[in-house]
């Protein structure tokens, strides 16, 4: 079956550490999210991707970085600047560049949850 | 300032009761509009969504929305709750280069 797969679903971490989260997708999409879910905040977008090797910045990406080298495949790391790195994260693909009407239809992987001990 | 706003952080339904999680945007745009779906400590899935043609949008599992443009409004409904349906919804809000969602509604559903 086609989807998108986000692994751990759970990561503990200590203060200063870096650690990336994965996000594989065999949807054969072109663009890939990045998104950082707060209980009552709804979804804010850390970065995304509309085709290989190129990223941009969403709302909130200080602390955070990306790589996209290959088409299926967008991990997020979340570094030691980012100052309250316990969250969901929700990694997202869509068939196209989204932001035009009527394509933001996206397609989510189950999260990890990230907890800084 | 282009937003989206859910008028309700929770609500609690009996089975088999009516369903009602309200939704109103602002925008100068003429806007896309979605509903997703969040089961706990899961990704989310799309509902349904409004893309400019027929106002009256029905979704999965029996969940339909009515884009109401003079109220700036695009609630979601369904006629009878089942205990599956407790989850979190979202409603997000597309116009120009915006991707907006709005902060959740969180559905009970007691038996």
């Known amino acids: 079956d086609g989807g998108i797969t986000q692994s751990p679903k759970y990561l503990f971490r200590k203060e200063g550490q870096n650690v990336t989260l994965s996000c594989e997708q065999n949807?054969?999409?072109?663009?890939m999210y990045w998104y950082r879910q707060d209980p009552g905040q709804g979804l804010r977008l850390i970065y995304y991707?509309?085709?290989?090797?190129?990223?941009q910045k969403g709302d909130i990406a200080e602390g955070y970085s990306v790589s996209r080298e290959k088409k299926e495949s967008f991990p997020l790391t979340v570094t030691s600047a980012q100052k309250n790195p316990t969250a969901f994260y929700l990694c997202?693909?869509?068939?196209?560049?989204?932001?035009?009407?009527?394509?933001?239809?996206?397609?989510f992987g189950e999260g990890s949850r990230l907890t800084v001990l | 300032a282009q937003s989206v706003t859910q008028l309700d952080s929770h609500v609690s339904v009996s089975e088999g009761t009516p369903v009602l999680l309200r939704c109103n945007y602002s925008?100068?745009?003429?806007?896309?509009l979605f509903w997703y779906v969040q089961h706990p400590n899961k990704g989310l899935q799309l509902l349904l969504k409004?893309?400019?043609?027929?106002?009256l949008v029905k979704g999965i599992n029996g969940f339909e929305a009515e884009f109401k443009k003079s109220e700036t409004s695009f609630h979601l409904t369904k006629p009878s709750a089942h205990m599956s349906d407790a989850a979190e919804y979202f409603c997000?809000?597309?116009?120009?280069?915006?991707?907006?969602f709005g902060k959740g509604t969180t559905l009970s559903v007691s038996s």
């Open positions: 997202a693909s869509s068939i196209g560049p989204t932001f035009t009407a009527g394509t933001g239809e996206l397609f």
């Open positions: 949807l054969n999409h072109d663009a």
């Open positions: 991707s509309q085709i290989v090797n190129d990223f």
């Open positions: 925008s100068s745009y003429s806007p896309s």
């Open positions: 409004y893309t400019s043609a027929a106002t």
């Open positions: 997000v809000y597309q116009a120009g280069t915006a991707l907006i």
